[in-house]
C-alpha cells in the first residue's frame, strides 16, 4: 500500500501540487487523471522519488519514503516497476539485456536463470522470440510491452505507469490496458497509472483520483464516475462527442 | 559559476559510490575503454603524423643556418612534441570526438528518460554512467598521446626523409641529444589530466541536459568548448607547476 500525505510541489513561484492525499490499495489498478499541466505527472516523481516534494510525505507500506537518503531507497526501488511515457528502454542494449539488466544488477542468478526470466516476461507481454532485437526495431505498442515486461522482471510490488496509451491505436492501447490489469490482479501489485485515457479510465479504473489545478478534486470508481455532479470532471470525462453521447444513453 | 562548481563536484562524488556490482561496472569499463582508445585511434594516427612531420618541417625552416648543428632540429621537435603537441593537441581533438560523444549519449539518455528509468531501478545513474568513463578517460587517453608522440616523432623522421635540409640521421641524432625524462612525467601528468577533464566535464553537461533534441546538441557543445577551456587552462598550470 502506498500512501501519499500532504504533497505540495512547487517549482520556483509555480505551485503545481497543492495538498495532495490519496491512499494506492494492493491488486487494485489506481488511476491518476486529469487534463494536460495538472499535475499527474508530477504527482508520479513525487511518488516514486524522482521529484522531492516541497512538504509532505509518501509511505510505501508505513515507510517513510520521502526522508529516506539513496542508500535507504534501493531496497524500496527493487520492488518498483516503471513503464514511461516514451518507455525509455536502454538504446544500446537488445529486448533481453532491457529486461536483464536489473536481474543484472541486483541478483546473483545465473545466465541461464536470467535467460529463463527473461523469456517468462516476453511471454507474459506477448512478445515471444523478439530477445535479440533493439528498442529501434520495435514498434511504439511492442515498445511498451517490453517496458512492461523490463518493470515486472524484478517482480515488483509497486508498479507505475506514465501514459500507458499515449501514440497507440485503440486495439493496442486496450491490450495494454488489459495487460496491465491482468499483472495487477496476477502479482497483487499496488499499480498507479497516470493517464487522460477515457477508455483506460472506464475499462481498469478500479479507483481514480481526479487531479485539477494541482488539487486533487475527486475522488472514486470508474462506476461512480458516469454519474458525478462535479462539474470540473464533467468537462473532463465527457469532452468527447462520443462520451457525451454515451452518458445521454446511460 | 559557483553553483556549477559545486554540482559538477557533487556529481562526481555521486559518480564514485560503491557500485551495485562490480562485474557490471567493469564490463562497462572495459566497453567505454574500446569506444575511446579504439575509436580515436585512426584521428590520433593521422594528427600525429602531419603534425610531427609539419613540426619537424617548420623547425627546419626556422634553425637552419650555418652556425646551428641540425641535429637541433630532432631535439626540438621530440620536445615540443612530448611536452605540448601529442597531449594538448590530441586532447583537443579528443574532446571534439570522445567528449561530444559522451555529452550527447548522457544527454539523450536524459531527455529519453532512460537515466530516470535507472534511478527508478535504486541504480545510482551517476557511478553506473559516469564512472566507466572517467576511468577509461584516464587510461586510454595517455596511451593515445604515448602512440601520439611515438607518430609524432615518426612523421619527423618521415618530413626528414623526403626534405633534404635535415638528414634522417641528424634527426634520430637529435631525438637522443640531451633527452630530458621530465619531459615524459609532465606529458604524462598532462594526458591523465586531460583524460579527466574530456570525460567529467562533458559527462557533467550531458547529466543536467533538459529539454529535447536540441538541447542535447547545445549540451555536447558546451562540453566540448568547456573541456577546451579547462585543457589549455590545466596545460598552463601543469607546465608552469612542473617545467
Known amino acids: 500500500m502506498i500512501e501519499v500525505n500532504n504533497i505540495y510541489k512547487t517549482f520556483g513561484e509555480n505551485e503545481v501540487l497543492k495538498d495532495i492525499n490519496a491512499v ?11 487534463s494536460s499541466g495538472s499535475g499527474k505527472t508530477t504527482l508520479l516523481k513525487c511518488i516514486v522519488g524522482l ?3 516541497t512538504s509532505g510525505e509518501v509511505l510505501y507500506d508505513d515507510v517513510n519514503f520521502t526522508t529516506m537518503h539513496f542508500e535507504g531507497r534501493v531496497p524500496i526501488r527493487k520492488q518498483i516497476g516503471m513503464l514511461f511515457q516514451n518507455s525509455a528502454l536502454f538504446d544500446s542494449m537488445t529486448v533481453e539485456e532491457n529486461i536483464i539488466f536489473p536481474l543484472n544488477l541486483f541478483t546473483d542468478m545465473a545466465k541461464s536463470e536470467k535467460h529463463d526470466r527473461a523469456n517468462f516476461c516476453l511471454e507474459r507481454v506477448n512478445l515471444k522470440g523478439t530477445n535479440k532485437l533493439y528498442p529501434s526495431e520495435l514498434s511504439g505498442g511492442m515498445k511498451k510491452r517490453v517496458g512492461i515486461a523490463r518493470a515486472i522482471s524484478m517482480q515488483p510490488k509497486y508498479l507505475f505507469v506514465d501514459e500507458p496509451n499515449s501514440g497507440l491505436d485503440p486495439l493496442t492501447a486496450i491490450l495494454i490496458d488489459e495487460l496491465i490489469s491482468e499483472l495487477t490482479e496476477e502479482y497483487q501489485t499496488t499499480t498507479v497509472v497516470v493517464t ?42 465527457f469532452a468527447s462527442k462520443f462520451m457525451k453521447a454515451a452518458r445521454e444513453k446511460l | 559559476m559557483f553553483h556549477s562548481l559545486g554540482r559538477y563536484i557533487l556529481l562526481l562524488r555521486l559518480s564514485f559510490r560503491k557500485p551495485e556490482k562490480f562485474s557490471v561496472y567493469w564490463a562497462e569499463i572495459m566497453r567505454e575503454m574500446v569506444s575511446q582508445g579504439i575509436g580515436s585511434l585512426g584521428i590520433i594516427v593521422i594528427i600525429s603524423v602531419f603534425i610531427g612531420a609539419v613540426a619537424a618541417i617548420q623547425v627546419a625552416f626556422q634553425l637552419i643556418s650555418p652556425y646551428i648543428t641540425k641535429t637541433v632540429v630532432g631535439s626540438i621537435s621530440r620536445d615540443s612534441t612530448i611536452l605540448e603537441f601529442s597531449p594538448t593537441i590530441s586532447s583537443l581533438v579528443l574532446a571534439g570526438r570522445v567528449g561530444s560523444s559522451i555529452a550527447s549519449q548522457i544527454g539523450t539518455m536524459r531527455v529519453t528518460e532512460q537515466i530516470d528509468a535507472l534511478e527508478i531501478m535504486g ?3 551517476p557511478g553506473y554512467l559516469i564512472s566507466p568513463k572517467i576511468i577509461a578517460g584516464i587510461t586510454m ?31 634520430i641524432t637529435g ?19 586531460f583524460g579527466f577533464i574530456i570525460t567529467s566535464v562533458c559527462s557533467y553537461f550531458g547529466f543536467y541536459t533538459s529539454g529535447g533534441s536540441l538541447e542535447v546538441g547545445q549540451s555536447a557543445t558546451k562540453g ?5 577551456i579547462w585543457i589549455l587552462f590545466a596545460d598552463l598550470v601543469i607546465s608552469s607547476l612542473l617545467l
Open chain 2, 175 to 193: 631525438l637522443k641529444d640531451g633527452f630530458n625524462p621530465v619531459t615524459v612525467t609532465v606529458c604524462a601528468v598532462k594526458a591523465v589530466s
Open chain 1, 24 to 34: 494506492f490499495k494492493p491488486g487494485k489498478n489506481n488511476l491518476i487523471i486529469g
Open chain 1, 196 to 237: 487522460h485515457d477515457m477508455n483506460s479510465v472506464m475499462g481498469i479504473g478500479d479507483h481514480i483520483i481526479f487531479l485539477h489545478d494541482g488539487q486533487k478534486w475527486w475522488e472514486g470508481s470508474n462506476h461512480e464516475i458516469a454519474h458525478t455532479n462535479n462539474k470540473e470532471l464533467n468537462s473532463f470525462v
Open chain 2, 224 to 228: 566540448v568548448v568547456y573541456s577546451c
Open chain 2, 141 to 171: 587517453i595517455p596511451l593515445l598521446v604515448i602512440i601520439s608522440v611515438i607518430l609524432g616523432l615518426s612523421g619527423g623522421y618521415v618530413a626528414c626523409l623526403l626534405s633534404r635540409d635535415v638528414s634522417p640521421t641528424d634527426y
Open chain 1, 51 to 53: 521529484h522531492e516534494p
Open chain 2, 123 to 125: 541504480v545510482n545513474a
